[in-house]
Structure formats: structure tokens, C-alpha cells
């Protein structure tokens, strides 16, 4: 984890330095006469700072970078003048083009601050959760959001202290979920004993101890910061003779970004070595997330014993002075973290009431939805009946029509009337040629008697035919009315009838 000193550093001295070569060269030099190394060094890869604003903190780093009269002031400014503030002031001499965009970074970083603010606001008030407004504004501090517009002394100067104080307590914070992480794997373990019978819980446990005592075997382990424990990264990694030890040389070699300072990640790559005598990944009884917290703890240490300005950074002569003490010559030896269990009883006991008291919320919470499930359930099986219902009338009334179609028209005879097919709109069954309007048969157009009959036949090769039962019909009332027909009229209906 980077300091405010350590960022700014890393951000914007570095990489001055790493383009101007191994040595630093003056401002005021002209550089075009300055002989550059054909070798180039890779700037180090930019480390997360775990800050919620840590994208908009490195942003305004990166432009601040490209201002000259910026980063001379950086470079001539201690930590305790950049806590103070001092630093901040020299943002009003930066050029007008860097003031624009900083102006423009506030605005999108106030932007997604009032969107994500909102989002979980409203999540709150829906679950009837009480909205704690001062927490929400607490992370407005690294900036004013009063003046949400351009970017001022008081913005760097809240940003500079803030990721100062947040930086600070980083550490405290990832020792915090480490003791949570050991307690629920405590927990689980518990929990997990109680699903076995008594000869599977006896195995279990005493496999539990096993693996405990296998952890715990393993060569000693050197106190870190120490001669001895400097000793063996000179002699493995470096592959010198450990009675040539030289601290300066040492603290040279391992300065791997050139900036003259010892910052926590280039602390933190000396313990590696020590680290790989408790910890194995392909080990059941080692875990990794433990050898975190291990490093992390060794390098709290030596900075608590080294870093005499605190500003978490170790320098050069801060590194020989401590070289010289009794703590690097003769050091005590060094507990690992079996033999410091990261929580006490009382704060398990605490942390299982928690948990005991989540798990019935989330029950009753899970009640509640799987009643709130039932109720749906049985919504749409209300709604899926009366889907039914309307289908079943909607293919009722199909069948209702259909047979309209299909089934021919009553016929009522009266008198001499003769009955006829009436067009309803619908199709004659196959076979069942329809007379044309002048060739219907109807007694009203029947001659008088005594009159001459007209016969208008059907045109050559056109047949009618009527379907049976139809045919029936109107040869019977043929009949009726040949019988009152005169003698010679009804020799020519008859002649008529038999032309096919």
C-alpha cells in the first residue's frame, strides 16, 4: 500500500528521474547535451491504492505530472510540508490547460459520487433501512462538492490529506477482515462437525490437529529487518558471499525503481524468502490468505523500527541507521502467526451471535418471499384457468359457425311454390353447379295458360346439376304443376325436361 509521499513519488519523480537516465539532471541543464543510456528502464507498474477515489486520485496526479513548475515543488517539498499543505498552494501557478482538465476530472468524479450516493440511497429506503446522510457525505471529504464545477487549492489540498489519513488506516482495515476471515473459517469448521456422528467428528479432529502441527514445522524464521534475515536474501537472491554484506549495496540492489527510497511494496519483496519456509500452495495445510497477512505484519514491523520520519517510506540513511542497532545485530526471535491467533474468545463468541442473529433475519426475510412466491403462484393459476375458459367459448363459437356453414337452409313449401336453393353466402357442396339468376325455376315465372312457353337452354356444354335430394324437390313440384297444365303445355315441359 502507497503512502501520499510514496504515490506522489511514484507518480510523478520516477518517472522524471527513469527518462532523464540513471542520474538526475538539473532543470536549468540544457538536455539536449546530456548523453542518454542506450538502456531504458521500465517505469514500475502503477500499484492499486485499494481508495474508492483511487482512479480520480491518480488522474489528477498524472496531469499535475505535466506541469514543470508542478513537479519542481514537488521535488523540493517533504512529507510534512505536503500533509500541511503547502503543496497544495502551488496549484495556482500550474498553466491554464492543466487547470481545464483538473476542472473536468472534478466534474465527472462529483457526477459519479452523486450517482453512486443516489443508487445506494434508494436501496436503503427500499429494504426500510435508515439512511445515515453523514456517512454518505463523508465520502465527499477528498473534495469540495460545494464548488462542483473547477478545481481549487481546497480540492488538492482535501485530496492530498485525504488519501493521506486513508492510506494510514488501510492497514488497519485488511487486519480487521483478516480476523473476520479467520473466524468464519473457525466458524465453518464448527458448524461443519456438528453435521458428522461421533467416529466421523473424531477423525475430523484429529486430522484438524494434524494438519496444525505439520503448518507449525518448519524452518526457523529470521526477524524481519534483520542482519541475518538480509543476509540470506543477499547470499539466495543475489548470489553474493554473505560474509561481503554491505547495506548500502544491499539497499542499492533492491531500490528497484531507482527513487532513492524503500517504499512498503520493495520492503515487502524482501520477505519473500521467509515466507516460502511456512507457506507452500500445493500444501492442504498452508494457506495463502494467512501468508498475506504474515507479510503484511513483517512489514509493519521493520517500518515501525526503520521509518523514523513515519512517513512510511524508508530512506537511504534512515536504512544504515538502523543497520547499527542492537534490534538488526542481535534481534529477538519471531512469532509467527500460529503462535498469535489473530481473535480472542470473546470477540468469536461475538462474532457467532452476529452471524447467529443475521441467519434469522435472512430466515424470516426468506419466509416472506416464499410467501410472497405462494401468492404469485396461486395468481396464475387464477389467471391460467380463466386463459382456459376464454379458449374453451372461443372454440365453441367456431364450432358453432362451422356448422352454420355445413348445414343446408329449412325449406318450407307452400301451395305450388317451388323450393330452391337460396344463396346464404355460403359454398354449394362438390358437384352442385349454381343456376344463373335467368335460369331459375320459380312458379311465378311459370306462363299462363294458354300462353306460348319460352325455353331458354342452358349454353352448349354447360351442364347443371342439382345435388340429390334438391333434384327430388323440384321434380316433384315439376309434376304438380304438369298436372295442371294444358294437354299441349305439358307435352313441351316434358320435351324440355328431357333435353339433358
Wanted: aromatic share 6%.
Amino acid at each position: 500500500m502507497l503512502t501520499m509521499k510514496g504515490l506522489f513519488t511514484g507518480c510523478l519523480i520516477v518517472p522524471c528521474l527513469l527518462l532523464l537516465g540513471s542520474e538526475a539532471v538539473p532543470i536549468s541543464m540544457d538536455k539536449t547535451k546530456v548523453k542518454m543510456p542506450e538502456e531504458t528502464v521500465e517505469a514500475p507498474q502503477s500499484v492499486d491504492t485499494g481508495l474508492h477515489y483511487d482512479r480520480y486520485l491518480r488522474e489528477v496526479i498524472d496531469y499535475l505530472e505535466k506541469d514543470q513548475h508542478f513537479r519542481e515543488k514537488l521535488h523540493n517539498t517533504d512529507m510534512e510540508d505536503i500533509k500541511q499543505g503547502k503543496l497544495a498552494k502551488e496549484l495556482d501557478f500550474v498553466s491554464h490547460h492543466v487547470r481545464t482538465k483538473l476542472d473536468e476530472l472534478k466534474r465527472q468524479e462529483v457526477s459519479r459520487l452523486r450517482t453512486l450516493i443516489k443508487a445506494k440511497q434508494d436501496m436503503e429506503e427500499g429494504k426500510g433501512i435508515a439512511v445515515d446522510h453523514q456517512a454518505l457525505l463523508k465520502q465527499f471529504e477528498y473534495l469540495n462538492h460545494m464548488n462542483p464545477h473547477t478545481f481549487e487549492v481546497d480540492d488538492l489540498d482535501r485530496l492530498i490529506k485525504s488519501a493521506t489519513s486513508d492510506l494510514e488506516n488501510f492497514d488497519k482495515e485488511r487486519h480487521e477482515e483478516f480476523k473476520r476471515y479467520e473466524m468464519m473459517k473457525e466458524h465453518e469448521r464448527r458448524e461443519h462437525l456438528k453435521t458428522l456422528d461421533e467416529d466421523e467428528r473424531r477423525r475430523e479432529e484429529e486430522h484438524y490437529e494434524e494438519m496444525r502441527k505439520k503448518h507449525a514445522d518448519h524452518p526457523k524464521v529470521n526477524h524481519p529487518g534483520s542482519q541475518d534475515q538480509f543476509k540470506e536474501v543477499w547470499e539466495d537472491k543475489d548470489g553474493l558471499d554473505p560474509d561481503d554484506f554491505d547495506p548500502k549495496t544491499f539497499f542499492n540492489l533492491h531500490d528497484s525503481n531507482g527513487d532513492g527510497f524503500f517504499d512498503e511494496q520493495e520492503l515487502e519483496a524482501l520477505f519473500t524468502k521467509e515466507l516460502e519456509k511456512i507457506y507452500d500452495p500445493t500444501n492442504e495445510e498452508d494457506d495463502m490468505v494467512e501468508m498475506e497477512e504474515e507479510r503484511l505484519r513483517m512489514r509493519e514491523h521493520v517500518m515501525n523500527e526503520v521509518d523514523a520520519n513515519k512517513d512510511r517510506l524508508v530512506s537511504l540513511d534512515e536504512f544504515l541507521v538502523a543497520t547499527k542497532k542492537k534490534e538488526f545485530l542481535e534481534p529477538d526471535s519471531w512469532e509467527t502467526l500460529e503462535q498469535n491467533q489473530a481473535y480472542t474468545d470473546d470477540e468469536m463468541r461475538e462474532f457467532e451471535a452476529q452471524l447467529s442473529q443475521q441467519e434469522e433475519e435472512l430466515s424470516l426475510k426468506a419466509q416472506d418471499l416464499q410467501q410472497q412466491r405462494d401468492e404469485l403462484e396461486r395468481q396464475q393459476e387464477q389467471l391460467n384457468a380463466q386463459k382456459q375458459e376464454l379458449q374453451q367459448a372461443v372454440e365453441h363459437m367456431e364450432k358453432l359457425k362451422q356448422t352454420q356453414r355445413v348445414e343446408p337452409p329449412e325449406v318450407h313449401v307452400e301451395g305450388n311454390d317451388i323450393p330452391f336453393a337460396q344463396d346464404q353466402g355460403h359454398p354449394l357442396p362438390p358437384g352442385h353447379a349454381q343456376l344463373p339468376p335467368d335460369h331459375a325455376i320459380h312458379h311465378q315465372e311459370m306462363p299462363q295458360r294458354g300462353q306460348p312457353q319460352e325455353f331458354n337452354p342452358a349454353p352448349p356444354g354447360h351442364h347443371q346439376q342439382l345435388p340429390q335430394a334438391e333434384e327430388h324437390l323440384v321434380e316433384g313440384h315439376l309434376g304438380q304443376v304438369e298436372h295442371h297444365l294444358p294437354q299441349g303445355e305439358q307435352h313441351q315441359l316434358q320435351e324440355h325436361n328431357a333435353i339433358p
